[in-house]
């Protein structure tokens, strides 16, 4: 059973960065896709941005150009690189194992981090 263990939010000012880790205490090798998911007060669940095994990325419109998904399999750590971050980024942001497949990211409902707290504001 693997389980992921999201750190790295925290307070942050208008147009600073963070670096979101997730940490999987198993090989994540397994699920051919990662995701990063945030949920702000009031709103739903929402993908921000998915990697593939082979590297492949997509964004969410709202963080492209702005966050960067990466992951090391040997580590089975998955990052997000948050730059010029918005008030309107703050929200919980949670780790997700699944799949990519026919062009869709498919959350696992059995894989989610506890979420981590990203907070943009002055």
């Known amino acids: 059973q693997v389980q992921l263990v999201e750190s790295g939010g925290g307070l942050v000012q208008p147009g600073g960065s963070l670096r979101l880790v997730c940490a999987a205490s198993?090989?994540?090798?397994?699920?051919?896709?990662m995701g990063w998911y945030r949920q702000a007060p009031g709103k739903q669940r929402e993908l921000v941005a998915h990697?593939?095994?082979?590297?492949?990325?997509n964004y969410a419109d709202s963080v492209k150009g702005r966050f960067t998904i990466s992951r090391d399999n040997a580590k089975s750590t998955v990052y997000l690189q948050m730059n010029s971050l918005k008030p309107e980024d703050t929200a919980v942001y949670y780790c997700?194992?699944?799949?990519?497949?026919?062009?869709?990211?498919?959350?696992?409902?059995?894989?989610w981090g506890q979420g981590t707290q990203v907070t943009v504001s002055s």
């Open positions: 990697i593939t095994n082979g590297g492949s990325t």
């Open positions: 198993g090989t994540i090798f397994s699920f051919n896709a």
């Open positions: 997700n194992a699944g799949g990519y497949y026919s062009g869709r990211y498919f959350p696992s409902p059995d894989y």
